[in-house]
Structures are given as structure tokens and as C-alpha cells.
């Protein structure tokens, strides 16, 4: 009892549709999370369009690229962030991170294993839609946390996404839904139940509702501050 797990579990969150604010709550759920006393570790996997670095205010030396041409190792680029959150820059601008072979997918997979005793949780920013890497990083962990917002097409791409993990997993990928940009706890819980509707006529599976967040002034000026939002 009080002693902390000796393996990190892993969270990948990702999007169908670009725009929804995904990164946005991955760094300030990860910022929170800090603050109760977890180790965190923020991995940015949107490869070839990294921007949690911006959201942060940080400025990197080095990044993916460096791991990716064994320059670095992952413990090698860490950087402190707000709360002691430990954070992994992904690589903007770069093709051959966004469009990796499989072996060199899985090369960056296998490397998470030497991150698995630093933090209690591994939580991964994907790139909206559902490619390869996005693909593989939400089967590479123990959950998936999908985030979308009440447009019509936000939820379709959700529900792509979730269908397609749903498949390669078998079922066996535990999936939670996060409704941001509402209007009023009412309009959340109706896009969900819209979403889990069509889940359950042609996935027969029912996703987990983690919560939503609601429209705020605030968070654009959050992110010309380059600070996220919960400080």
C-alpha cells in the first residue's frame, strides 16, 4: 500500500478530425494530473506536426529526429515542464517522421520500454485521423481516450476512429470519449449518447464518457500566451 506502480501505464489520446483541441487537453489533463502527485510523462506523437512544445512555451534542442537517426535516446530529450511533467518533443515539418516504414514505427514503440519506470502514466499526443501511427500508438497502449466536439463531422471521424481500433484490437482496447468546445453539460451528454448510439447498432461496443469540457474565452488566450490554460 502507498508504493507506486514499478510500470507506467500508457494513455494515448487522439482525435478523427483535426481542430478539436486535442492537444490542448492532453497538456493541461497532464498538468493537473502532475499536481496530484503522479509522475507524468507527455510524449508528442503528432509526427511531422508537433506543436506541444509551442502550447508549452518551450524551445527544444532536440526532438524525435535526433532518436529517430540514434543521435538520442528518448531519456536523452526529455524536458521539465509546468508541475515537474516530464515531456517528449515530437518534430514539426519533418515527412519522414510522419510518414514512418514499420520498422521504424516499431523501433520508437520498443523505446517506450525503457520510459515505463520514470512516470506512473505515458500519455501520448497522436495526430487526428486514423494512419498508421496514430493506429499503432493507440494499440501500443492500455487505453484510448478519443476527443471531439459536438460538429457533426467531429463525431463521424470519432466514430471512424473508434470502429477502427475497435477492430484491430478485437475488442480489446478500452476506449473513453472527451467532448470538448460545449455549450452546457446537456449538450455533452447528448453528443455522446449520439456518438454510443451508432457504437452500439454497428460495433456492438459501448465507449467510456470521461467528461467534457465547456467553451472558454480563456483558452485562446491561453494558447497566444503559450500557457496552458489551468495555470
Known sequence: VGQRPQFAKVLTFASGKGGVGKSNIIINTAIALAGMDLRILLLDMDLGLANIDILLGLTPHYNLTHVMSKQKTLTDIILPGPNDVMFIPGASGVSRLANLKDDERGFLIDSFSTLETKADLLMIDTGAGISENVLQFALASQALIVVTTPEPTARMDAYALIKTTHRMSSGRLPCYVIVNEV???????????????????????????????????????????RRPFVL
Open 183 to 225: 455549450e452546457s453539460p446537456r449538450e455533452a451528454e447528448q453528443v455522446f449518447a449520439s456518438l454510443n448510439s451508432v457504437c452500439e447498432k454497428h460495433l456492438s461496443y459501448s465507449p467510456h464518457y470521461l467528461g467534457h469540457v465547456p467553451c472558454d474565452p480563456v483558452i485562446p488566450k491561453a494558447v497566444k500566451q
